[in-house]
Every structure is written in C-alpha cells, then in structure tokens.
C-alpha cells in the first residue's frame, strides 16, 4: 500500500492544480494565458512540473489578511445572518408577504362561508315556502 502513496500524492496533485487552473478567472492569471497554463499543467503533470509551475509562477498570489484599507477590510468580511441588516429586511419582507397572503385566503375562506351561508338559508326559506 505504501509504494502506491507517491502515486497518489502526484494524482492529488496534478487534479489539484488542474481544477484550480480551470476555476481562475482569466483576469487573474499570470504570465502566460490561462489556456497556455492549463496544456502546460496537463502534459507536464506525471513529473510534476506542471502542477508546481502553476502553483509558483501562474496562480494568482492571495494578499495578506492585514492589507487593505478598513472599508476593504468591512466589505470583505462575513457578517452573521442575524446582524445582517439586509438579511433581516428580507426575513421582514418575507413575513409581510405571508401575512398578506393568510389575510387574503383567511377573507376568501369567510366570503365562501359566507355564500355557502346565504345559499343555505335561501334553500330553506324556498322550502319553507313550498
């Protein structure tokens, strides 16, 4: 099991590098074209030069978490669902709708009540009158 490991870590590798190719946008490629990168990361990936040239010299560099100015820093950062203020104006929206909409079956259930009612009583005053 263990002479197969080198195998897979190359596989693991070279899939890595392949789909991490394909899902870069093209903008952010560097050097060469992402089409150029992505032959080069499959012929070259059974001796991983490939995979390493696209991780060292093709693959867009992450900037550091520190850098940016504070407004890049708030607008890139995750907010809580609940602390979200459009999250919980979509939550209000939502309620609203579903309130409107039991209000307007509750008022089209009592109409129809009411006509079943009406046409009750009209049967039996015809019937009282027979």
């Given at each position: 099991?263990?002479?197969?490991l080198?195998f ?9 590098a392949?789909?991490?190719c394909l899902?870069?946008?093209e903008k952010?490629?560097?050097?060469l074209p992402?089409?150029v990168?992505v ?8 001796v991983l030069l490939?995979?390493v ?16 100015s ?8 995750w907010v809580?669902?609940d ?5 919980l104006?979509?939550l ?7 309130d409107a909409?039991a209000a307007k ?10 006509a ?11 019937d009282?009158d027979?």
């Open positions: 099991m263990l002479r197969y080198p897979l870590l190359v596989l693991a590798l070279w899939i890595y392949f789909i991490d899902n870069t946008p952010e490629v560097r050097h992402k089409v990168w032959i080069i990361v499959l012929l070259f990936g059974e490939g995979p040239a696209w991780l060292v010299a093709g693959r867009p560099r992450k900037r550091a978490g520190g850098g940016g504070p407004f890049e820093r708030r607008r890139t950062q809580a669902p602390d979200n203020p459009d999250f104006k979509s209000k929206d939502e309620k609203a709708e579903k909409r079956d509750a008022d089209e259930a009592q109409a129809a009540k009411d079943d009612a009406e046409e009750l009583r009209r049967r039996e005053r015809e009282d027979r």
